[in-house]
């Protein structure tokens, strides 16, 4: 088969819960299906970056799929360790699950930049209020902030995930059990035909395009949208 077959294709993966769309453009097939490794350039991404990146995705979409626009910051007043930040963490869900059943959530435990002090990060709905946060958690202070958009959510989600290479905790993130799992769509086409499909999809309510870094060098593009147009006539 030529190895110029599928230079003029393109694989797009559209995952319309998130409002994120990823352009894959394969340089050969191998048994009729993608050669994705020679588009990795020569720059290799290590098993932990490309874990990273994976991770910072995934919880990511999920934020954004379920619009969790609460994104809160709960810190401890006395020194703590790993150990005991995470196993107040799982109190704090259990808690959490039976004044909220049903609401989905994202958690992250890292340490501050200055002073080395544990503190934990989460998005939830804002239907959850930061009254109702307060009488969950009093070991300490909390900074509750609104993200309305899913622009600023995925923007909230990035910044949970700043230290995803140094996790203080064995898991780099918890999410919960309950939400909407953002599902793929995938399509190929031509090259051509791209831009009148992105803008399909999105309803022309594009952001910006993120150009992938080394860690996600088999990407070419990926586009980002307000979740809930894809499929609406």
């Known amino acids: 088969m030529d190895d110029n077959f599928h230079d003029n294709k393109v694989i797009v993966c559209v995952y319309p ?5 990823v352009v894959q453009r394969p340089h050969r097939c191998r048994d009729g299906l993608p050669d994705t490794d020679s ?3 020569r720059y ?4 932990r970056e490309v874990a990273c ?7 990511s979409d999920f934020a954004v799929a379920n619009h969790l626009d609460a994104f809160v910051t709960l810190s401890y007043r006395n020194e703590m360790t790993a150990g005991q930040a995470e196993h107040e963490l799982r109190k704090l869900m259990k808690r959490f699950r039976r004044h909220c059943p049903g609401q989905p959530w994202v958690a992250v435990t890292e340490r501050g930049a200055k002073n080395s002090r544990l503190h934990h990060h989460m998005m939830f709905s804002s239907a959850v209020t930061r009254k109702e946060v307060v009488s969950l958690w009093d070991l300490g202070y909390i900074r509750y902030g609104f993200r309305p958009t899913a622009k600023d959510i995925r923007a909230s989600a990035y910044y949970m995930a700043k230290r995803f290479d140094r996790p203080v905790t064995y898991h780099r993130y ?4 309950h939400g909407i799992r953002p599902q793929v769509q995938r399509f190929e086409m031509d090259v051509d035909d791209l831009e009148s499909f992105i803008d399909s999809v ?6 910006r395009p993120w150009y992938p870094t080394h ?3 088999w990407f070419d593009k990926i ?4 979740p809930g147009h894809f499929g609406q006539e």
């Open 17 to 21: 819960e998130a409002g994120r769309l």
């Open 39 to 41: 588009y990795r350039g």
């Open 44 to 47: 290799r991404a290590s098993t």
């Open 53 to 59: 990146s994976r991770a910072r995705t995934h919880m």
């Open 174 to 177: 918890q999410i919960s059990r």
């Open 202 to 207: 999105s309803n022309g309510d594009r952001e």
């Open 215 to 217: 860690d996600q060098p």
């Open 223 to 226: 586009e980002f949208w307000e």
